[in-house]
């Protein structure tokens, strides 16, 4: 059974950066769509950023000009890569990967970013 492997996250402070990795444990065949949420305490969880197989990407504003995300098909991997953290970023981040037929969602890795 795939699963899929976060790492990257840890506690920073404010104006730092982190990568995020979400690795999937056995080949996928290749990623359709890709994207990271998040959930802050006492919060829903939300769309952070997405890209496709044709590597178009979006973000939500709150994090737009800060956040990349990217993606290595040969490695089954997908990145966030975060600038410019702020406190308001501090949640558990989640991944998702889609390939045909099926939706693979990562454990989630957290993210703390002191002032």
């Known amino acids: 059974q795939v699963q899929l492997v976060e790492s990257g996250g840890g506690l920073v402070q404010t104006g730092g950066s982190l990568r995020l990795s979400c690795a999937a444990s056995?080949?996928?065949?290749?990623?359709?769509?890709a994207s990271w949420h998040r959930q802050a305490p006492g919060k829903q969880r939300e769309l952070v950023a997405t890209?496709?197989?044709?590597?178009?990407?979006n973000y939500a504003d709150s994090v737009k000009g800060r956040f990349t995300i990217s993606r290595d098909n040969a490695k089954n991997t997908v990145y966030l890569q975060m600038n410019s953290l702020k406190p308001e970023d501090t949640a558990i981040y989640y991944c998702?990967?889609?390939?045909?037929?099926?939706?693979?969602w990562g454990q989630g890795t957290q993210v703390t970013v002191s002032s």
């Open positions: 056995s080949s996928i065949g290749g990623i359709n769509f």
């Open positions: 998702e990967i889609s390939v045909p037929g099926k939706q693979y």
């Open positions: 890209i496709t197989i044709w590597s178009s990407t």
